[in-house]
């Protein structure tokens, strides 16, 4: 088994070169590939490590590394970029491991039963997990950069400007976010542009959270945060927003989503789907499925398109930000080094390696990989009002109080 495994990272390095690395066996044995330094070293502390790549592929790597019977030191990007190699990437598994990838996609459907227990598996974690390595705003999505040297903080309000520039925002118009997470959003448009807005989540932390934040900043009276599934959602809004949700809405719900996006949304209004996404079918990472979001599933961009025209949704512009994703990751990835101890301390080691080799892999799949961040603005129907250029969206970026309205914005009321 050690030989076959030598076998293949030869032939995969004879396709990278440039990416040194050195595998240490439980026995003493040790080998490099590729030219120069190693940047990672790569050490199966057992016989079975080994064997669990061979019988589950890229999911019995994580879960021995996650187990400690592989350590990876180095670069880890690296390490997944020779991982994404087609030759390991689809390494051909026993009929028994694909019977249990379908089971774990079947018993993980975004049901409206479901979902809930989908969401809890992930954010149950707890808010003070996500402190560690989010942002002040807890805001879980990818972000915008203008400079290599924005902090965190900076390119996550970044992107909000970004966003309300794209739907063009006012103020007293009115803006539904599906899957509001911790309210970041609406929070940012209702202060900076005067809006008031309504927010859909089913996680009762994010929603806890995102209502004391609203009340602690004299913004409660502008938006509301609702416990509810995106598919019982009701009332119209001016503009509508949805970001880093979509892709945890599920295979097979696209079109209920964009239903109800059409539902939401006035005639002519403007809408922004900020998802995950990729350009042609591949097969989906069984183990962040299971590990990190079961239930989620990775949109093909023509799949996204063709559910908005069926309902009469116009994609109006897209833009891809999967560098901007992949910095992101990787500033959340060394927050929870820097705050590893700490982490340790409120979940065990066990989620630090979890959540190392999920942020780590998400990075390099946007760098190297089929993962791409995708912002569709779309309106629904014909909308001839628009700009013909995307000039507007490069302006400075608002300043910190909201745009004057004729009328004070009043409490959204939601039914």
Not at 193 to 221: F, I, K, M, N, P
Not at 307 to 317: A, N, Q, T
Request: charged share 25%.
């Amino acid at each position: 088994m050690k030989e076959v495994l030598r076998g293949l990272l030869r032939t995969v390095s004879e396709h990278l070169p440039d990416v040194a690395f050195k595998v240490c066996f439980w026995d003493g044995e040790s080998e490099t590939f590729g030219n120069g330094t190693a940047g990672f070293t790569v050490t199966f502390k057992t016989e079975d490590a080994v064997k669990s790549v061979f019988r589950r592929g890229s999911t019995g790597f994580r879960e021995a590394y996650v187990d400690g019977g592989i350590e990876v030191e180095g670069d880890l990007q690296q390490f997944f970029r020779v991982g994404m190699d087609p030759r390991i990437q689809y390494m051909k598994l026993p009929p028994r491991v694909k019977a249990g990838i379908l089971l774990q996609h079947l018993r993980s459907l975004n049901t409206i039963k479901r979902s809930p227990a989908n969401i809890a598996h992930h954010y149950d974690l707890g808010d003070d997990f996500f402190q560690q390595y989010l942002d002040e705003s807890m805001t879980y999505s990818c972000a915008y950069f203008r400079k290599e040297e924005d902090t965190l903080e900076d390119v996550q309000r970044q992107k909000y400007d970004y966003i309300c520039k794209k739907l063009r925002l006012s103020p007293g118009e009115t803006l539904v976010d599906i899957g509001c997470g911790w309210g970041g959003m609406l929070l940012y448009a209702a202060r900076h542009y005067g809006v008031t807005g309504a927010g859909c989540t089913l996680s009762a932390r994010q929603a806890g959270y995102a209502r004391e934040r609203a009340a602690r900043e004299g913004l409660d009276g502008c938006i509301t945060i609702l416990l509810k599934d995106y598919r019982n959602m009701t009332g119209t809004f001016d503009k509508f927003v949805s970001i880093g949700m979509f892709e945890h809405v599920g295979k097979g719900f696209a079109a209920t989503f964009m239903e109800r996006a059409s539902g939401l949304l006035k005639p002519g209004g403007l809408g922004l789907l900020h998802t995950v996404g990729k350009e042609r079918r591949t097969a989906g990472d069984p183990w962040t499925m299971k590990y990190i979001f079961p239930g989620a599933y990775i949109p093909i961009l023509d799949e996204v398109v063709r559910e908005m025209g069926e309902k009469m949704l116009v994609p109006v512009d897209i833009e891809n930000l999967r560098l901007h994703y992949a910095a992101t990751l990787d500033e959340w990835g060394r927050r929870l080094e820097r705050n590893a101890p700490a982490v340790e301390k409120l979940t065990g080691p066990t989620v630090v390696r979890m959540w190392r080799m999920y942020l780590n892999g998400s990075a390099a799949a946007f760098r190297w990989g089929d993962a791409r961040l995708y912002q569709i603005l779309f309106s629904n129907g014909p909308n001839n009002a628009l700009p013909l250029t995307r000039e507007h969206l490069y302006a400075a970026a608002t300043d910190q109080s909201p745009p004057a309205a004729s009328n004070a914005p009043s409490r959204l009321k939601i039914v």
